[in-house]
């Protein structure tokens, strides 16, 4: 405690948000602190019992233009920024009858709830904050006199400060309020451009502002020696159904592997209709399958990799069922994450105290086009999410023989699991399932043939002959370049091939599949993933 700082004399608390507001606001009174508001802040510490001084009263000017303006003036704006260690700013509060604040608690009009409810554009408009920002900024810029609360959860931290220090505020405290409070406008401010750029159709702005809050410190990076944190984006417009948004049922704390590799897992498993199951590890799936039901689609997607299945994150895009929960109770699984969890797979995962259950409530629409980044060193790559995906009735036929329709099933499927595996991607597939994975290689042809002899590892595993491969189909995720990988998957035994084409050695490609008796088609669309 120190004697030479000054009390906290005088607050303006001006919310949208009232949690807690009442309760702040009677511990400072309690404390001898004059409390001054507006509208809205005002009537509720009133209907409270609170004694409250309106900002109108302060000013001499009543609220107006549908109380657009009513703290914009140099009593508020004075307060908050003189210095109290400037002698000419003494004088000019004492000649303009300006009173100190030492305290302002502000949150801004709810903007992004307010876009989110699908509100009109006047209506979004509206809830685009100015004095609140204006204020939050002048207290934070003078944070050495005064301190700025922008959220309630810091309510009972600035209680407990000034208990510490007799009616005063701590430097560090203001300080660290003043960080929060400009990273809170710049947040607003992020949103807000954001949603007029989108108005505009302006997909790159000249200026790009990002904003997230911070949902988590994490123990570690991807590695022990780096440090790390997860952020919620909270787009204005609404946010998409995924990690960001899930609520975890139980299990240990998501790791920033868990979360990054999660949600791999669950925008690959929205790519379906059927239900359908993807098992990740490492951020690439190592088992995919649709079915009637998803038991039997987990079943399927575990057959691909069980080796690489440990340790790994499933996502379902059905709701989890008993059934399903023993079955994954089986495996050692570092999450589930699914749209639902019922009570009887609940009672079954309640058992497993360490595997973290996410519930989404919703999927991800796979065609949504948003905006992702990538850090580079100095700047940032924006681009719109891939959400590209290709039918039946968009495909060519590129060889003499067309395929069956059971293959060109298979093939669709396929070409929408290269779309999430690493490139190079190659992808073997039968009956709705995977069988074979190629991921990240160097070369494509590499890829094809890792894929064909983890296929047959997991069939002599399983005490089956042959491999699974046979009479399958194979997706790459871009042209073939060259014959070789082509050549290699028909090795392999598959029946067709899915691919973008566009080669220049197409022909070459063409020529091989036809002297193999492979259907192949072309989708004109690629799926690098880097």
Request: a negative charge; aromatic letters at 6%.
């Given at each position: 405690?120190?004697?030479?700082?000054?009390?906290?004399?005088?607050?303006?608390l001006?919310?949208?948000?009232?949690?807690?507001?009442?309760?702040?606001?009677?511990v400072?009174?309690?404390?001898?602190?004059?409390?001054?508001?507006?509208g809205?802040?005002?009537?509720?510490?009133?209907?409270a019992?609170?004694?409250?001084?309106?900002?109108?009263e302060?000013?001499?000017?009543?609220?107006?233009?549908?109380?657009?303006?009513?703290?914009?003036?140099?009593?508020?704006?004075?307060?908050?920024?003189?210095r109290?260690?400037?002698?000419?700013?003494r004088?000019?509060?004492?000649?303009?009858g300006?009173?100190?604040?030492?305290?302002?608690?502000?949150?801004?009009?709810?903007?992004?709830?307010?876009?989110?409810?699908?509100?009109?554009?006047?209506?979004?408009?509206?809830?685009?904050?100015?004095?609140?920002?204006?204020?939050?900024?002048?207290?934070?810029?003078?944070?050495?006199?005064?301190?700025?609360?922008?959220?309630?959860?810091?309510?009972?931290?600035?209680?407990?400060?000034?208990?510490?220090?007799?009616?005063?505020?701590?430097?560090?405290?203001?300080?660290?309020?003043?960080?929060?409070?400009?990273?809170?406008?710049?947040?607003?401010?992020?949103?807000?451009?954001?949603?007029?750029?989108?108005?505009?159709?302006?997909?790159?702005?000249?200026?790009?502002?990002?904003?997230?809050?911070?949902?988590?410190?994490?123990?570690?990076?991807?590695?022990?020696?780096?440090?790390?944190?997860?952020?919620?984006?909270?787009?204005?417009?609404?946010?998409?159904?995924?990690?960001?948004?899930?609520?975890?049922?139980?299990?240990?704390?998501?790791?920033?592997?868990?979360?990054?590799?999660?949600?791999?897992?669950?925008?690959?498993?929205?790519?379906?209709?059927?239900?359908?199951?993807?098992?990740?590890?490492?951020?690439?799936?190592?088992?995919?399958?649709?079915?009637?039901?998803?038991?039997?689609?987990?079943?399927?997607?575990?057959?691909?990799?069980?080796?690489?299945?440990?340790?790994?994150?499933?996502?379902?895009?059905?709701?989890?069922?008993?059934?399903?929960?023993?079955?994954?109770?089986?495996?050692?699984?570092?999450?589930?994450?699914?749209?639902?969890?019922?009570?009887?797979?609940?009672?079954?995962?309640?058992?497993?105290?360490?595997?973290?259950?996410?519930?989404t409530?919703?999927?991800?629409?796979?065609?949504?086009?948003?905006?992702?980044?990538?850090?580079?060193?100095?700047?940032?790559?924006?681009?719109?999410?891939?959400?590209?995906?290709?039918?039946?009735?968009?495909?060519?036929?590129?060889?003499?023989?067309?395929?069956?329709?059971?293959?060109?099933?298979?093939?669709?499927?396929?070409?929408?699991?290269?779309?999430?595996?690493?490139?190079?991607?190659?992808?073997?597939?039968?009956?709705?399932?995977?069988?074979?994975?190629?991921?990240?290689?160097?070369?494509?042809?590499?890829?094809?043939?890792?894929?064909?002899?983890?296929?047959?590892?997991?069939?002599e595993?399983?005490?089956?002959?042959?491999?699974?491969?046979?009479?399958?189909?194979?997706?790459?995720?871009?042209?073939?370049?060259?014959?070789?990988?082509?050549?290699?998957?028909?090795?392999?035994?598959?029946?067709?091939?899915?691919?973008?084409?566009?080669?220049?050695?197409?022909?070459?490609?063409i020529?091989?599949?036809d002297?193999?008796?492979?259907?192949?088609?072309?989708?004109?669309?690629?799926?690098?993933?880097?």
């Open positions: 405690m120190s004697d030479s700082k000054p009390r906290v004399r005088r607050a303006l001006s919310v949208s948000d009232k949690r807690g507001l009442v309760d702040f606001a009677r400072l009174a309690e404390c001898g602190v004059e409390l001054l508001s507006t809205g802040s005002a009537r509720t510490l009133r209907e019992g609170l004694e409250v001084r309106e900002v109108a302060v000013t001499g000017f009543p609220e107006i233009m549908d109380g657009r303006v009513k703290t914009l003036h140099p009593r508020i704006h004075g307060g908050l920024l003189g109290r260690d400037v002698a000419a700013h004088d000019a509060m004492a000649e303009h300006i009173p100190e604040i030492d305290l302002l608690a502000v949150n801004l009009y709810p903007f992004a709830a307010t876009v989110a409810s699908g509100a009109d554009r006047e209506t979004c408009v509206e809830n685009i904050d100015i004095g609140g920002p204006a204020m939050v900024r002048a207290a934070a810029k003078n944070h050495a006199f005064v301190a700025v609360v922008t959220s309630p959860d810091d309510y009972e931290t600035v209680l407990d400060d000034m208990a510490a220090n007799d009616g005063a505020l701590s430097d560090a405290l203001k300080r660290r309020l003043a960080a929060d409070a400009f990273a809170h406008t710049a947040g607003y401010d992020a949103a807000v451009a954001g949603w007029m750029a989108r108005q505009e159709g302006v997909d790159y702005p000249r200026e790009l502002s990002l904003a997230g809050t911070r949902r988590q410190v994490l123990r570690y990076g991807e590695n022990p020696h780096q440090t790390a944190a997860f952020y919620a984006t909270g787009e204005a417009g609404g946010r998409r159904p995924g990690v960001a948004t899930a609520e975890q049922l139980q299990g240990k704390e998501l790791s920033y592997n868990n979360l990054n590799d999660t949600d791999a897992a669950f925008e690959a498993v929205a790519e379906f209709d059927e239900p359908a199951v993807v098992i990740v590890k490492h951020a690439n799936p190592c088992g995919v399958a649709v079915a009637e039901d998803v038991l039997k689609a987990y079943r399927k997607a575990l057959a691909c990799d069980p080796v690489s299945a440990f340790g790994g994150i499933i996502a379902v895009n059905r709701p989890v069922d008993r059934a399903l929960a023993e079955a994954v109770g089986e495996l050692f699984a570092e999450v589930v994450i699914a749209p639902e969890v019922d009570e009887g797979a609940r009672e079954v995962f309640a058992a497993k105290k360490n595997l973290r259950v996410l519930v409530g919703a999927m991800p629409d796979p065609a949504a086009t948003g905006m992702t980044a990538k850090t580079l060193a100095g700047g940032l790559l924006v681009q719109s999410r891939d959400g590209g995906r290709v039918a039946a009735e968009d495909v060519r036929t590129a060889t003499r023989r067309a395929p069956s329709e059971a293959e060109l099933r298979d093939m669709i499927f396929a070409f929408r699991v290269a779309k999430h595996v690493k490139s190079n991607a190659i992808v073997y597939a039968r009956d709705g399932a995977t069988v074979g994975i190629g991921a990240g290689q160097m070369s494509r042809v590499d890829s094809a043939r890792i894929a064909a002899r983890k296929a047959r590892e997991a069939a595993a399983a005490g089956e002959t042959g491999s699974r491969t046979e009479g399958g189909v194979v997706a790459s995720d871009a042209f073939f370049p060259f014959a070789d990988g082509l050549l290699a998957a028909a090795e392999a035994g598959v029946s067709a091939v899915i691919q973008p084409g566009g080669s220049k050695r197409d022909d070459e490609v020529a091989a599949a002297d193999k008796g492979l259907a192949m088609v072309f989708t004109g669309m690629r799926h690098f993933r880097h």
